[in-house]
């Protein structure tokens, strides 16, 4: 077998019993960010994401099924990614720091009810942690996606429902936590709206 063929078998071998880990350990957790984001968007509430990196990419991807569709037709659900204006962004990061990139759209676009959906797979980032701290500055319910041993956000007292990957590598998160934020999709078209595809 090539060093190829070996990198390639390894990926997906991992992948596979990281799937299965998760199939057990998250299923809780998952259910649980679900039932939040619900009763948010029930009751008027939106729902915010953010992430740097590959975790901006999948903020903006969960905010793009909710705002569009999944897999039903359904009305549009409210949701936005911090992750997204350009000019927003960088006129916080040279007027003030990086770090309060999206604590900042958090304290203007925020309210008592909506829900943040935090996305890092270390736990640590600075940015996303300062933006936990703004959302539970202003009332909201925080649900932070993270890997290794969940980080700075695994510890804060204020997140109401830790979804962590017990993974070290940051592919495999990442490959988790899209399939994490696609389960999401799926109860909550299935909650509010009766059925998945």
């Known amino acids: 077998m090539s060093n190829m063929q070996n990198i390639i078998q390894k990926a997906f071998a991992d992948g596979l019993e990281l799937r299965q ?15 939040c984001m619900v009763a948010c968007l029930r009751s008027g509430g939106k729902i915010l994401t953010c992430g740097n990196g590959g975790s901006s990419s999948d903020a903006q991807h969960f905010a793009g099924e909710l705002v569009n569709r999944f897999e039903i037709d359904r009305p549009a659900l ?8 350009a000019s927003v962004i960088t006129s916080i990061a040279n007027d003030s720091a990086y770090e309060e990139v999206f604590a900042r759209q958090v304290e203007a676009l925020g309210c008592k009810g909506d829900v943040l959906l935090a996305l890092s ?9 300062r933006a936990v701290e703004a959302a539970i500055a202003k009332g909201l319910r925080v649900i932070a996606m993270t890997g290794k041993d969940g980080g700075k956000l695994a510890k804060h007292a204020g ?5 962590n990957i017990p993974h070290a590598a940051t592919p495999r998160i990442q490959e988790m936590h899209i399939t994490c934020l696609h389960i999401l999709c799926s109860l ?10």
């Open 21 to 35: 880990r998760c199939a057990s350990e998250l299923a809780g957790p998952i259910a649980q960010a679900a039932e």
């Open 78 to 85: 409210p949701s936005i990614a911090l992750t997204s204006d």
């Open 121 to 129: 797979t270390s736990g640590n980032s600075a940015n996303v942690v």
């Open 159 to 163: 997140i109401d429902t830790l979804i």
């Open 188 to 197: 909550i078209d299935d909650t509010l709206y009766g059925g998945c595809a």
